[in-house]
Each structure stands twice: as C-alpha cells, then as structure tokens.
C-alpha cells in the first residue's frame, strides 16, 4: 500500500518539507537535504526562518505557488501535524507523508477520516530510510 501512494507522492511537480530546520542534525534538514540531492523541487516551510540550505522559505503552506500540485512532507510535533493537515485539505492538497514520529492518535483518526480525499503516507518509512528506492520505483 505505501508503495501505490509513494508512487502517487513522487509524481507532484513540486515538493515542501514541513518543519524545515536550519540546524543540520535535525530530521527536518536532513530531509530537506534528501530532496534536494535527489534534484527535485523543493521548498522548505518555516515560520521564522527565510532561508534554509540556500532556498527561500515559506512560512506556511498556505504560501506555496502551487499547493494542489506540491506533496508534502511533515517533520512537527503531532499537535502541529494535524493544524498541518487540515490547511493541506483546505487547500486541496492531496499528496502528504507523515514522517514517523509527527503523528498521534488525533492525527491517525484524521488521516483515516479522509483517505478518500487525501492520499496519507503514515506510520509508514522515513523518507530518510525508503525514499530513494520508492523514488526510483515510481518513475518506471
């Protein structure tokens, strides 16, 4: 299952890593940095920062160009991932994945509660971990 909706996930034009740090031991740097390595369009989502690893941020995803064609990753604390979530349906966004340890009961009923609208990656890899095989599977 994860696999169909990684494929799904990779096919976006444009990508944006909720929860983007500027501290480089941090998962949300170390994924933003996995997307950028892997050449694909990526902007970090930051509330206070400008910039992180050279790209301009956004201070949320309400202020990405193009929401309906972004997937989003999701690197906060459980009780931002599901503010995050429901912004993302709000602005019709449909691709997400939810890295291991952003979720919690709240965020599980809610992804459960709109799989028909929203294709949710969740409890599922870390990008960190799958990704690049689950990148490459998806563009056969």
């Not at 966004?93 to 709109?114: S, T």
Request: contains cysteine; hydrophobic residues 40%.
């Amino acid at each position: 299952m994860t696999s169909n909706l990684s494929k799904q996930f990779f096919k976006s034009q444009y990508f944006a890593v909720v929860g983007a740090s500027s501290s480089r031991t941090k998962f949300g740097n170390r994924v933003l940095r996995w997307y950028q390595s892997n050449g694909l369009d990526v902007t970090p989502i930051h509330p206070k920062e400008s910039k992180i690893e050279e790209l301009a941020t956004k201070a949320s995803i309400d202020q990405l160009p193009f929401p309906i064609k972004t997937s989003i990753s999701i690197i906060t604390p459980p009780s931002v991932t599901l503010g995050v979530l429901k912004e993302a349906k709000n602005l019709g966004m449909k691709e997400v994945w939810i890295q291991p340890g952003a979720e919690d009961q709240k965020v599980i009923d809610f992804a459960k509660e709109n799989e028909s609208e929203m294709n949710i990656i969740l409890g599922g890899p870390c990008i960190l971990v799958k990704g690049s095989a689950l990148l490459q599977e998806s563009r056969l």
